[in-house]
Nanobody, 123 residues
Framework: QVQLVESGGGLVQAGGSLRLSCAAS????????MGWFRQAPGKEREFVGL????????LYAESVKGRFTISRDNAKNAMYLQMNSLKPEDTAVYYC??????????????WGWGKGTLVTVSS
């Protein structure tokens, strides 16, 4: 299995950018499609995006499409979330997780939930 640790969160002004990283341990990282979810205070976890094992295909939530980009470097066992044109509504704890099958939009189909990294966007 793979263990996942997120980093790179912080405080940024609206319109700014941040790059989140996800470090994975384990030899089979490239075998898994990987996703990003987020959870804002008082809200349910929300699908942000997904990238396939090879990194050649990705899928995004409508709310972040065109602003966020997911990439991965399997040689480094790492995944990234480049977030541009950030909005206050992007404020949340962001999680990187491995997809285990089923609907890609449903958090229950992912595993490897860690502590996440907090992104705060000020207006």
């Amino acid at each position: 299995q793979v263990q996942l640790v997120e980093s790179g969160g912080g405080l940024v002004q609206a319109g700014g950018s941040l790059r989140l990283s996800c470090a994975a341990s384990g030899r089979t990282f490239s075998a898994y499609a990987m996703g990003w979810f987020r959870q804002a205070p008082g809200k349910e976890r929300e699908f942000v995006g997904l990238i396939n094992g090879s990194g050649g295909r990705s899928l995004y939530a409508e709310s972040v499409k065109g602003r966020f980009t997911i990439s991965r470097d399997n040689a480094k066992n790492a995944m990234y979330l480049q977030m541009n044109s950030l909005k206050p509504e992007d404020t949340a704890v962001y999680y990187c997780v491995a997809q285990g099958g089923g609907s890609v939009y449903d958090a229950i189909n992912y595993w490897g939930w860690g502590k996440g990294t907090l992104v705060t966007v000020s207006s």
